[in-house]
């Protein structure tokens, strides 16, 4: 077939390294051990990809299941197709299947560009779609197999309502009159690759109510509702997400605000600013995002490997594993960091007057002591156990650590 599929994405299997929970720990009161070693997450293999063996295919006699093969087709005011050998539009119902390498030119003189295309199936097939201004082209219902489908210039393509789309992939190229978008919704996707490393989707992209299975994305702009990922790969420079599902995926992200989301056996390998708002977090990895901070707020994170620097606010931590692999700082505001592992990465420890902590492990003795790890609070607000000296005693945070405001609550007026 030509295709390089994506498989064996994220990191599953990661809590059970972190916390056995069906082992019993050895005996009443203490915990089991948490490993400070960084997990191997296997990643995608490649990008699921149209190479030269299925372009040549593509120009090949039509597979048996081709009803209609054209080259060029426009989309005008008054007709379906205008030019190249097409059929009659009224052929285009449900049972056409349309291979070969068509080129697509939506054009309008005046007033709203807009077409619907009922039902359209491609098999085998290089579909380009332009435009020289701005138009939207719905496919409400596309069947999509062993395609590529190129946009070029200002051009929406909404795909949904039970689209299919298998082994297909898509590409974006802004030109002089704007940039495309892609919008997905209610659709399904298996192999499919919206941009690459090399060339990413170079256009706004929406993915709403729709599943991608072993499938990647490479894009600039990316907006996620109800979207699920699974064995997938996501590398976007920008990303807004909500009610959105990742289970064994592997993310690379630029500005990521995530919300109401949940995370089961994730990597996410790199990070620009991240914050997770009211998500569930569990058998994941996060490596840092460099100088910026990864912030957790009203979440529940379990079982998980946190580097770099992290604030938590409102949230639930547990069986968590902070600087297996690379310098962390972590700053705790609120909630609750429960059964934790500091290993021997770990910078510096910051809690607040209305957290509480608990830690399974330490191997950062001579880093968060002296000076590394201090709290706000008046009131012993961690149970280091036996394991965790350096978290015993903790210092007062200096009034001029830059986290210090927030540390401490508002202060009520008085009445």
Same mark, same amino acid.
């Given at each position: 077939?030509?295709?390089?599929?994506?498989?064996?994405? #994220?990191?599953?299997?990661?809590?059970?390294?972190?916390?056995?929970?069906?082992?019993?720990?050895p005996?009443?009161?203490?915990?089991?051990?948490?490993?400070?070693?960084?997990?191997?997450?296997?990643?995608?293999?490649?990008?699921?990809?149209?190479?030269?063996?299925?372009?040549?295919?593509?120009?090949?006699?039509?597979?048996?299941s081709?009803?209609?093969?054209?080259?060029?087709?426009?989309?005008?005011?008054?007709?379906?197709?205008?030019?190249?050998?097409?059929?009659?539009?009224?052929?285009?119902?449900?049972?056409?299947?349309?291979?070969g390498d068509?080129?697509?030119?939506?054009?309008?003189?005046? =007033?709203?560009?807009?077409?619907?295309?009922?039902?359209?199936?491609?098999?085998?097939?290089?579909?380009?779609?332009?435009?020289?201004?701005?138009?939207?082209?719905?496919?409400?219902?596309?069947?999509?197999?062993?395609?590529?489908?190129?946009?070029?210039?200002?051009?929406?393509?909404?795909?949904?309502?039970?689209?299919?789309?298998?082994?297909?992939?898509?590409?974006?190229?802004?030109?002089?009159?704007?940039?495309?978008?892609? &919008?997905i919704?209610?659709?399904?996707?298996?192999?499919?690759a919206?941009?690459?490393?090399?060339?990413?989707?170079?256009?706004f992209?929406?993915?709403?109510?729709?599943?991608?299975?072993?499938?990647?994305?490479h894009?600039?702009?990316?907006?996620? &509702?109800?979207?699920?990922?699974?064995?997938?790969?996501?590398?976007?420079?920008?990303? &807004?997400?909500?009610?959105?599902?990742?289970?064994?995926?592997?993310?690379?992200?630029g500005?990521?605000?995530?919300?109401?989301?949940?995370?089961?056996?994730?990597?996410?390998?790199?990070?620009?600013?991240?914050?997770?708002?009211?998500? &569930?977090?569990?058998?994941?990895?996060?490596?840092?995002? =460099?100088?910026?901070?990864?912030?957790?707020?009203?979440?529940?994170?379990?079982?998980?490997m946190l580097?770099?620097?992290?604030?938590?606010?409102?949230?639930?931590?547990?069986?968590?594993?902070?600087?297996?692999?690379?310098?962390?700082?972590?700053v705790?505001?609120g909630?609750?960091?429960?059964?934790?592992?500091?290993?021997?990465?770990?910078?510096?420890?910051?809690? #607040?007057?209305?957290?509480?902590?608990?830690?399974?492990?330490?191997?950062?003795?001579?880093?968060?002591?002296?000076?590394?790890?201090c709290?706000v609070?008046?009131?012993?607000?961690?149970?280091? =156990?036996?394991?965790?000296?350096?978290?015993?005693?903790?210092?007062?945070?200096?009034?001029?650590?830059?986290?210090?405001?927030?540390?401490?609550?508002?202060?009520?007026p008085?009445?």
């Amino acid at each position: 077939m030509g295709l390089v599929l994506l498989t064996l994405a #994220g990191c599953d299997g990661v809590g059970r390294e972190i916390v056995d929970y069906e082992k019993p720990p050895p005996r009443k009161g203490t915990l089991p051990d948490l490993p400070c070693e960084p997990p191997i997450c296997a990643e995608a293999i490649a990008e699921v990809e149209l190479d030269d063996s299925i372009a040549m295919r593509l120009h090949s006699p039509a597979p048996n299941s081709c009803t209609h093969r054209f080259d060029t087709c426009a989309l005008t005011d008054d007709a379906v197709c205008s030019e190249g050998e097409v059929p009659d539009p009224a052929l285009l119902d449900e049972r056409s299947v349309i291979c070969g390498d068509l080129s697509l030119t939506l054009a309008v003189d005046d =007033g709203e560009c807009s077409f619907r295309i009922e039902r359209l199936a491609i098999e085998h097939t290089i579909l380009r779609i332009r435009s020289e201004r701005a138009c939207e082209l719905e496919l409400p219902q596309l069947v999509a197999r062993d395609a590529r489908i190129e946009l070029t210039g200002p051009v929406t393509l909404v795909i949904g309502e039970r689209a299919e789309l298998e082994r297909t992939s898509f590409t974006a190229q802004a030109n002089v009159d704007g940039q495309p978008a892609l &919008e997905i919704d209610l659709a399904q996707a298996t192999q499919a690759a919206i941009g690459d490393e090399e060339l990413p989707f170079e256009g706004f992209l929406s993915v709403g109510r729709s599943t991608l299975t072993d499938s990647s994305v490479h894009a600039e702009d990316v907006l996620l &509702e109800s979207a699920v990922f699974i064995n997938a790969k996501l590398d976007a420079r920008e990303i &807004e997400a909500a009610d959105a599902v990742f289970s064994r995926a592997v993310l690379d992200v630029g500005d990521a605000v995530l919300a109401a989301c949940a995370f089961d056996s994730v990597e996410v390998r790199s990070c620009e600013a991240l914050l997770l708002a009211g998500s &569930e977090i569990y058998d994941s990895v996060f490596r840092g995002c =460099g100088d910026a901070w990864m912030r957790f707020y009203n979440s529940s994170v379990g079982r998980s490997m946190l580097d770099g620097r992290i604030e938590s606010d409102s949230s639930n931590l547990e069986g968590v594993v902070f600087g297996s692999e690379a310098p962390t700082e972590v700053v705790q505001f609120g909630g609750v960091i429960n059964k934790a592992a500091y290993c021997g990465k770990a910078r510096s420890y910051r809690l #607040g007057e209305l957290a509480n902590s608990t830690c399974a492990r330490c191997d950062a003795r001579d880093s968060l002591k002296p000076g590394g790890a201090c709290s706000v609070s008046e009131i012993d607000n961690v149970q280091p =156990g036996r394991h965790c000296e350096a978290l015993a005693e903790l210092d007062a945070c200096d009034d001029d650590d830059e986290h210090v405001p927030r540390l401490r609550p508002p202060t009520p007026p008085r009445l």
